[in-house]
């Protein structure tokens, strides 16, 4: 029984809550057919959204574009005629147009959870094989980067799609350049040029965890269409390779294009941590519900005979054509077997079911690049403002939406910063993770046996020994129970409540019951048991029986800002926020786990326990910094000595890679200079964006001096 059939879904706008939203987890890892947050250990994610296709490479047939037949000759003809300068000035006008910070917004109150941003290279690197710069002279990633914080701080994971390789990887115009099957496969130059790419790619995002993983190349092929072969798995192991020399964490794709017959196990090359991905177009039956509906079975049921891979299964690219039957069938075949899928796409000029948003004039913002003026050019690109001239597909939006509210572990905003003290009153959609559920702003529906709910960092005070939960169910299924469990869904279980009829599913009543007495600081999970249609969920509050709960941190609703008492240093054994120079932002536990291995980053102070450190003096100049939340030690993984190394929380052991000397820098500020390698705490790429991860490198600059502050 369905939540649908129970009370009616809002707007999923309704859904973003307040407050700031806690990081993504550690590194997205492949478990089995299944891909889980905190390393491969933690929840079930599953990537569902949509394809940025048309920002970096255009296709004539979907983006404003006139006077070239690719985007490479797009370039060559703009450079012709206003030189480079002006080419570029020109492409930047439209992507800063065609993709802005609303345009994040709207997917994620679509409910997404990712998106497949298609690479083009030659908007990072020339032809020649040169890297395009920025004004400090790195190799110019910052469209990407730009992409990537978006959809951090709008709770989306990022799949980078090398969608136009150096030469062409298929001789299609969605790959940048027509002409053959491209010149990839017969050009060492080229193909020296995409191993390049992927190294330096890899390397900048490769402490990042927003990014989900690698699409090694999008649907290569020697003689196009015609499905992967040999040569394509030997490049696709070329480049696993050349990524896994300098990212040990990130998950590979590599596509089949249309099938699992055109890919081979990942263990006949040694392939660990990937995804396969295919793209599936039923064509010529657009209107034809059964012919689309059957393919879609056909699908699946390939998939069976091929279950031994044990790896996950993607659809990178899809579209079901003119029938919303056809999508609905689909979306809900492809969520039931675990799948994960980005459609194809999310804006153009006007093309029907093929875009989420359409443009309402297209023909008056499209350039004739060969023949209009510069200034004709620019003001056309930079019409493309989805709230100015783009219009919502309404049907797919309203499917988008239907599917992207059932069974997805969505991580969730919160509006909250720090802990939820369990005594106060806590709207049941206001979890940070689900699997299974539907919800709007009035509550939890579809909660089936198996399904859970996850709560975070709720503060049960020095003991609760009741919970009080506001429910509703039907006569016909009352009867089933909700377990609560601490810190997993099966972890230690402390309570059962059997929902009681309370007379309809829109018949609220509050159940209060009994649990063993609990205190501390836990992420608490409800999981629904007995079969379907257990309840619907209001609220949940926690009860003292004595009267005498306290709470174990301080109130919540703490400052925004990183408190403002800087010290001339740390005092052994007190705690501390520890605070960057350049950003003001604060060093973080990431998802505020509490397991080994858990990536550091920088944050916005919110008096959260995982922005909170003991300091512990070692003696001999050397420090130790524990965090409140966890117990653990700042770590440099892997014990390395490089540049780039990862900074993580580790079980305490004293080792040399957990212990740092604090060198006076003035104003109160000091390196963190671990000892076994003489490299210092660092934000890459001295960023000051809430979520940039925390690596060791050579001492030097703001971005690695540290101030300790009383929380």
Known sequence: MKLLSRFALLPLAALVLAGTAAAHSSFLKVDGRLVRNQNGSGDPVYLRGVNLGGWQVHETWMSPLAGASDDYTMRKTLSQRFGDAGRDALINAYQDSYLQEKDFKILSELGMSAVRLPIYYLNHMNEDGSWKRDAAGKIDFRRIEWVVAMAKKYRL?????????????????????????????????????????????????????????????????????????????????????????????????????????????????????????????????????????????????????????????????????????????????????????????????????????????????TPNVATDSYATIESKWRSWDVEKNMAPNTMLTGVFKAALTGRNSLIRNLPYEGSWRAIDKLEAENFYAQSGVSFDAAGIGSFDAGDWLRYIDVDLGSGVDRLKLRLAVDAAYAGKQIELHLDSPTGAQVGTVTVPNTGGWSTFQEITTPIQRSSGVHDIYLVAKGGLGVANLDWLQFEDSTGTNTPTNPPTNPPTNPPTNPTTGPVSGQTYAIVAKHSGRALDVRERSAVDGAALQQWSYGGGTNQQWVAQSSGNGLWQLRSVASGRCVDITGVSTANGAAVQQWACTGGANQLFKLEDQGGGYFYLRASHSNKCLDVTNVSTLDGAAIQQWDCGGDNARWTFRAP
């Open 157 to 365: 994971y990022v799949i980078l799609d090398l969608h136009g390789a150096p030469g062409s990887q298929n001789g299609a115009d969605h790959s940048g350049r027509i002409g053959g099957s491209g010149q990839l496969w017969n050009n060492t130059g080229f193909q020296n040029q995409a191993l390049t790419f992927w190294r330096e790619l890899a390397t900048r995002f490769r402490n990042e965890p927003t990014v989900a993983g690698y699409d090694l190349l999008n649907e290569p092929s020697l003689n196009y269409p015609d499905p992967a072969t040999r040569p394509v798995l030997d490049m696709y192991n070329r480049f696993y390779n050349e990524i896994r020399a300098v990212d040990p964490n990130h998950i590979v794709i590599m596509e089949g294009i249309w099938d699992w017959t055109a890919i081979t196990r990942p263990s006949d090359y040694g392939w660990t941590n990937v995804i396969y991905e295919f793209h599936y177009y039923n064509w010529g039956n657009d209107s034809n519900y059964q012919a689309q509906a059957s393919f879609v079975d056909g699908k699946i049921a390939q998939e069976k005979q091929y279950l031994s891979y044990n790896v996950p299964h993607y659809v990178g690219e899809f579209m079901l054509f003119n029938l919303q039957s056809s999508w609905e069938y689909a979306l809900g075949k492809y969520n039931a077997a675990g799948w994960h899928w980005t459609s194809w796409t999310y804006k153009g000029t006007n093309v029907g079911n093929w875009a989420l948003y359409n443009s309402t004039n297209a023909g008056a913002n």
